[in-house]
């Protein structure tokens, strides 16, 4: 069974400092990973995936993610935090063996606090 | 891009009535539809997957009979919400599989409240 963790259930940050939200996974197989932020009242929005080849993928408004395989996890960063990147964050994670159309496990979400 | 809609997106009910939610793929082809509840402050639970026509796959623990969907065609799916109780209040998120790629898109969501 594939699982996610995300061991913060808030991040505090000051605008224009760095940010990490943490993310660790586990799967049978090969994953693929997947970054999604929702804002209140909101469905979610895509910002970032991790497939195959570059550890360090980059997304939507100036967010980057590292897979490292060897930690199993797929951290979320961005190097300096607006205000309006306050939301809540989730990821996610497909195993590639089950199949095409297979399920998304989610994290428990971590919700980012960005102030002036 | 890919959009996924929904209607409606707020909902208030009386107690023992049904509701419908529509999920709508805008401008792809969806095989697979998925739906999620979200209580507040917490994460998606997968309730069920549903395939183009054929029955949907519930998740453990999720009545079938109380949660009908329905996936007629390759753009829509249909959660319907039998006898809704208060308990069933909370916010319906569907997603949609284009095939041949990696993400799920997301539609808007839809608050449900069981008065």
């Known amino acids: 069974a594939q699982s996610v963790a995300q061991p913060e259930d808030q991040v505090n940050v000051a605008e224009g400092n760095p940010l990490t939200v943490k993310c660790t996974y586990s799967?049978?197989?090969?994953?693929?990973l997947f970054w999604y932020v929702q804002y209140p009242n909101r469905g979610l929005q895509f910002l970032l995936k991790?497939?195959?080849?570059?550890?360090l993928v980059k997304g939507s408004y100036g967010f980057e993610a590292e897979f490292n395989k060897s930690q199993t996890s797929f951290h979320l960063k961005k190097p300096s935090a607006l205000v309006s990147d306050s939301a809540l964050y989730f990821c996610?994670?497909?195993?590639?063996?089950?199949?095409?159309?297979?399920?998304?496990?989610f994290g428990t979400g971590t919700r980012l606090q960005v102030t002036l | 891009g890919a959009v996924v809609s929904q209607h409606p997106s707020r909902v208030i009910c009386k107690s023992g009535t049904s509701v419908k939610i529509e999920c709508r793929s805008l401008?792809?082809?969806?095989?697979?539809m998925f739906w999620y509840r979200q209580f507040p402050k917490q994460s998606l639970m997968l309730m069920a997957t549903?395939?183009?026509?054929?029955?949907?796959?519930?998740e453990q623990g999720v009545e079938k009979d109380k949660f009908l969907i329905n996936h007629a065609s390759l753009t829509l799916s249909t959660l319907t919400v039998t006898s809704a109780h208060p308990e069933d209040s909370s916010f319906y998120i569907c997603?949609?599989?284009?095939?041949?790629?990696?993400?799920?898109?997301f539609g808007p969501g839809t608050r449900l409240t069981v008065t």
């Open positions: 997603s949609a599989d284009p095939g041949g790629v990696t993400e799920q898109y």
């Open positions: 799967v049978s197989g090969n994953p693929y």
């Open positions: 991790y497939i195959t080849g570059d550890n």
């Open positions: 996610a994670v497909r195993d590639l063996n089950t199949g095409t159309a297979s399920k998304l496990t």
């Open positions: 401008d792809f082809q969806a095989t697979t």
């Open positions: 549903s395939n183009e026509g054929s029955k949907a796959t519930y």
